[in-house]
């Protein structure tokens, strides 16, 4: 075998090893952007009717939101950030009972906030009463 022979050889060797790790590569990160996807928030059973009226009224209720003048004291109104939406709590503790959910984006009362500023106790548009998380609404004017 020639010198160039053995020279082809060996650099057709390393751009097929190099092929075969960048393909590799390339499979291995597809795979994993896929797997890294945040699933979307299951709707359990007891929550379904809920929120199949809430999307269909949101729209609707918009338009027939409390004035200002209708708020309590000290409370003002807040729309949702977190694009998973929140789940309502009967109290201001992550091992309380959840009594609900608030769709991203919805527009809610936020009455009062604990002592220690990490729940926030809120009024939905249903007169529904509950508790989420601090941080996740931003103030409406």
Known sequence: M?????????LGFMIGVALLAGSS???AY???SGLSATPPKPIFSEEAEQVAVASEEGEAQEASQPS???LPSGAYKARVTWSQGLSLRAEPSADSERIGGIP???EIIILEETEDQ???KVRLQS????WIKSGNTEKVE
């Open 2 to 10: 020639s010198f160039s022979g053995v020279i082809q050889f060996i």
């Open 118 to 120: 990490e729940w926030q």
């Open 104 to 106: 991203f984006n919805r």
């Open 30 to 32: 597809l795979l994993l």
């Open 68 to 70: 200002e003048e209708e």
């Open 127 to 130: 007169n529904q009463d509950g």
């Open 25 to 27: 590569a390339a499979a």
